[in-house]
T-cell receptor, first 115, second 115 residues
Framework: AQSVSQHNHHVILSEAASLELGCNYSYGGTVNLFWYVQYPGQHLQLLLK??????LVKGIKGFEAEFIKSKFSFNLRKPSVQWSDTAEYFCAVRFVDFGNEKLTFGTGTRLTIIP | NAGVTQTPKFQVLKTGQSMTLQCAQDMNHEYMSWYRQDPGMGLRLIHY???????DQGEVPNGYNVSRSTTEDFPLRLLSAAPSQTSVYFC??????????????FGPGTRLTVT
């Protein structure tokens, strides 16, 4: 079965540090890629998405992600984090070639920013 | 637009009781889905639907039923609640056409405890 891996379970950074959260998936075919964020006590919100074209995509709140097909990866980055970025981050993949509409989520990365 | 709404926000059930979690969306989205969120396991797909009258199983369907009689509503039924179903449940919807296809919008969640 197709799978999505987020190897960083909990990341702790100081404000202004740079951030990179890893996301890898198991299949080399056509994929749609997403990063969602869940702030404490809130529901999931879309940060950014990649369907095709430029593999470097920019999202909201200064986040960006790079699709590297050869590495089956879609890592999330932010050059300078803020305390308000404290949240849980989920990578999600739609495996297009399997002809279904389902999203498969990673297990999430909890990000804690220390003021 | 209200987006995706879920009721109730919180629920406590005794083992063996049944109940229905309600989900509605007002965006005319074709695709609707139910996830459960458990610590360290991310979001797991329970059931999904690509339109009225069409439903299918996700990753963890056992113990749950769904139906989709209208585009707007997608209730999730717990047939006989078990402590293993203690979780936070999220409903999500997305369009399957246009520029934002497969961008999922999430509801606020229902926190369910089964004792």
């Amino acid at each position: 079965a197709q799978s999505v891996s987020q190897h960083n379970h909990h990341v702790i950074l100081s404000e202004a540090a740079s951030l990179e959260l890893g996301c890898n998936y198991s299949y080399g075919g056509t994929v749609n890629l997403f990063w969602y964020v869940q702030y404490p006590g809130q529901h999931l919100q879309l940060l950014l998405k990649y369907f095709s074209g430029d593999p470097l995509v920019k999202g909201i709140k200064g986040f960006e992600a790079e699709f590297i097909k050869s590495k089956f990866s879609f890592n999330l980055r932010k050059p300078s984090v803020q305390w308000s970025d404290t949240a849980e981050y989920f990578c999600a993949v739609r495996f297009v070639d399997f002809g279904n509409e389902k999203l498969t989520f990673g297990t999430g990365t909890r990000l804690t920013i220390i003021p | 637009n209200a987006g995706v709404t879920q009721t109730p926000k919180f629920q406590v059930l005794k083992t063996g009781q049944s109940m229905t979690l309600q989900c509605a969306q007002d965006m005319n989205h074709e695709y609707m889905s139910w996830y459960r969120q458990d610590p360290g396991m991310g979001l797991r797909l329970i059931h999904y639907s690509v339109g009225a009258g069409i439903t299918d199983q996700g990753e963890v369907p056992n113990g749950y039923n769904v139906s989709r009689s209208t585009t707007e509503d997608f209730p999730l039924r717990l047939l006989s609640a078990a402590p293993s179903q203690t979780s936070v449940y999220f409903c999500a919807s997305s369009s399957m056409t246009g520029a934002v296809y497969y961008e999922q919008y999430f509801g606020p969640g229902t926190r369910l405890t089964v004792t």
